[in-house]
T-cell receptor
Framework: EAGVAQSPRYKIIEKRQSVAFWCNPI?????LYWYQQILGQGPKLLIQ????????DSQLPKDRFSAERLKGVDSTLKIQPAKLEDSAVYLC???????????FGPGTRLTVL | RKEVEQDPGPFNVPEGATVAFNCTYS??????FFWYRQDCRKEPKLLMS???SGNEDGRFTAQLNRASQYISLLIRDSKLSDSATYLC???????????????FGSGTRLQVQP
């Protein structure tokens, strides 16, 4: 079974630029999550989708971050404009349902200069 | 107060040692608990769930103390390959809609030395 795929693996941008990350979950997984992990901290949930609907986006900075999962499969997370404090690893995870084990992708390491 | 608190470590132990980590959580309504393992520059992976009665998986034992709101992870006979960061994770219902959310601790770093 293929795991969660993410791209790109690394991204370096300057502040105020835009960036987008892509995630393809494990086939058949209805629930998809985006996490932000800052160095030295645990992952923090940004947004959770159930199929193509948003379940929880309470910790998403909506003035600059957006995410979508249009067909209930893959998802994109966008930051516009980026700030220095957005430097982090962005992890995508998926699960069969919100009560099931989450499987993480390898993450995208973002550096904002 | 953070929702989930862990000692960041590092815990430096020799091979074969027994080491224990504790984690405290603030929300008494939290319903399920997990330990995840995260290797350097890798994604987190589920190590084990934590059940009310305690549970064991090989050299790993997890315990839950609801009264004191903490969970623990015990690793016996440490191996070099156990070197990693161990993340305490708590699942809590949020609000009237019953949304469930995982909250991760910052992790405890373990370094097993030869």
């Amino acid at each position: 079974e293929a795991g969660v795929a993410q791209s790109p693996r690394y991204k370096i941008i300057e502040k105020r630029q835009s960036v987008a990350f892509w995630c393809n979950p494990i086939s058949g997984h209805a629930t998809l999550y985006w996490y932000q992990q800052i160095l030295g901290q645990g992952p923090k949930l940004l947004i959770q989708f159930q199929n193509n609907g948003v379940v929880d986006d309470s910790q998403l900075p909506k003035d600059r971050f957006s995410a979508e999962r249009l067909k209930g499969v893959d998802s994109t997370l966008k930051i516009q404009p980026a700030k220095l404090e957005d430097s982090a690893v962005y992890l995508c995870a998926s699960s069969r349902g919100s009560y099931n084990e989450q499987f993480f992708g390898p993450g995208t390491r973002l550096t904002v200069l | 107060r953070k929702e989930v608190e862990q000692d960041p470590g590092p815990f430096n132990v020799p091979e074969g040692a027994t080491v224990a980590f504790n984690c405290t959580y603030s929300n008494s309504a939290s319903q399920s608990f997990f330990w995840y393992r995260q290797d350097c520059r890798k994604e987190p992976k589920l190590l084990m769930s934590v059940y009310s009665s305690g549970n064991e998986d090989g050299r790993f034992t997890a315990q839950l103390n609801r009264a004191s709101q903490y969970i623990s992870l015990l690793i016996r006979d440490s191996k070099l390959s156990d070197s990693a960061t161990y993340l305490c994770v708590v699942n809590t219902n949020r609000g009237p809609t019953g949304r469930r959310a995982l909250t991760f601790g910052s992790g405890t770093r373990l370094q097993v030395q030869p």
